[in-house]
């Protein structure tokens, strides 16, 4: 029952957009439901929600805050030596179409904040070491989402 309410929600999200990781998250939440049931069920509803209500820059960014060296290895970037900054700095660099957009990407961030998939919505321009620069800001709800809505391997 569970998996159906799951493949039915996620098919009327999935009408609703055209965007590819949209679409992804949407099939991967709906393969991982089934593989992997143990997640509460209110939960996987309030994941697809989100997926549902967020634009394809809320996936990327969170997915980049999570692990920005992780994302960096996975896109083949190549991070300079910073000795202090903030992380917008690191974020800017790697996605380079949110170069100049402060105001888009700060909104998005307040927005997973809100919702619990960070655990801060001030840190993108506070100065710090490069080892505060890379940190992970998701949370742990953060971190389920990711991992309910990406592609398992292996």
């Known amino acids: 029952e569970v998996f159906i309410s799951t493949l039915l929600y996620a098919t009327q999200a999935a009408m609703r957009t055209h965007q590819d990781e949209k679409l992804a998250a949407l099939r991967n939440a709906v393969i991982n439901s089934a593989i992997r049931p143990s997640l509460d069920e209110n939960l996987q509803l309030m994941f697809l929600n989100l997926v549902d209500r967020y634009t394809r820059w809320h996936l990327i960014i969170l997915q980049f805050l999570n692990d920005p060296r992780q ?83 292996g």
């Open 71 to 153: 994302y960096g290895i996975d896109h083949k970037i190549t991070f300079p030596s910073w000795s202090m900054g903030g992380t917008a700095r690191v974020l800017e660099h790697a996605i380079p179409e949110l170069k100049g957009k402060r105001g888009f990407y700060d909104q998005i961030v307040k927005e997973l904040y809100s919702n619990g998939l960070l655990n801060s919505e001030t840190f993108l321009h506070t100065t710090m070491t490069e080892e505060g620069m890379f940190e992970s800001r998701a949370t742990d709800m953060g971190k389920q989402y990711l991992d309910f809505i990406s592609q398992k391997t």
